[in-house]
């Protein structure tokens, strides 16, 4: 089976930085993208950042309004994990981050989406 896996969540104090990582593991098969979502309490899970890890779009990266220019996606390939690097930490940034992986097991034709179980970040003083 098919596991999504993020580490990495804590406490930080605001203006901190923190780096989220997160691992596909399970099986053989192609990551057509990574990313990271978030659940801020009392809101609606919502995009932070994509990763497309192949073809014509490889590498290509999207961001949410609210973390351009203090958050960074990336990922390493041969490990099947993608990172999201944190800096300038604001309290309301405090969620519980979910890691997605699109992608297509071996014998299958179509890709599907797989979610981790969330790490908590908490940004306080």
């Known amino acids: 089976q098919v596991q999504v896996v993020e580490s990495g969540g804590g406490l930080v104090q605001p203006g901190g930085s923190l780096r989220l990582s997160c691992v596909a593991s399970?099986?053989?098969?192609?990551?057509?993208?990574m990313g990271w979502y978030r659940q801020i309490p009392g809101n609606q899970r919502e995009e932070v950042a994509i990763?497309?890890?192949?073809?014509?779009?490889?590498?290509?990266?999207t961001y949410a309004d609210s973390v351009k220019g203090r958050f960074t996606i990336s990922m390493d390939n041969a490990k099947d994990t993608v990172y999201l690097k944190m800096t300038s930490l604001k309290p309301e940034d405090t969620a519980v981050y979910y890691c997605?992986?699109?992608?297509?097991?071996?014998?299958?034709?179509?890709?599907?989406?797989?979610w981790g179980k969330g790490t908590l970040v908490t940004v306080s003083s």
């Open positions: 997605y992986a699109d992608l297509t097991l071996e014998g299958d034709y179509f890709g599907k989406n797989y």
């Open positions: 399970g099986g053989f098969f192609v990551i057509h993208r």
């Open positions: 990763i497309s890890t192949g073809g014509s779009a490889g590498g290509a990266t």
